[in-house]
């Protein structure tokens, strides 16, 4: 990465973020307050991720409490689909120059079961 273009947010301004930039040679471009259409890749992006996180929601009938959940997995789901600007890879791939396997994903909203150790599942048991 070689610029990022941000609003004035406390997280871009941040001494921290500051000593990171320079530190990786990152420029640092700032957009005026309440005009997102300056940033308009970055805009169109999370337009994008709310638009397939609502519509998750509403595939599997959930509530909007679900909402970070949904968006969460969209974005992981997003970060591992080809795209124009990365070539012969994925997102995820450029990112840790590792291949990546998705074969693990699952239908969002499915059912699911968690694992309890034996171990923990005595400790659950009546006493009575």
Sequence with gaps: ???IRT?????YVSRE??????????????????????N?????????????GHN?????????EYWDEAVANE?????????KNVKNRVPQEAWTSMKHNVAHLKVFGC???????YEMRKKLDNKG
């Design 7 to 11: 609003d004035k947010g406390g997280e």
């Design 17 to 38: 973020f500051h000593n990171f930039c320079k530190i990786h040679g990152i420029y640092k471009q700032f957009t005026m307050r309440y005009t997102p259409q300056q």
């Design 40 to 52: 308009g890749v970055a805009e169109r992006k999370n337009i994008t991720i709310m638009e397939m």
């Design 75 to 83: 974005v992981y789901i997003m970060n591992r689909c080809p795209t």
């Design 111 to 117: 059912v699911a079961y968690a694992h309890v150790p």
């Design 56 to 64: 998750m929601l509403a595939a599997k009938h959930f509530s909007n």
């Design 1 to 3: 990465m070689k610029v």
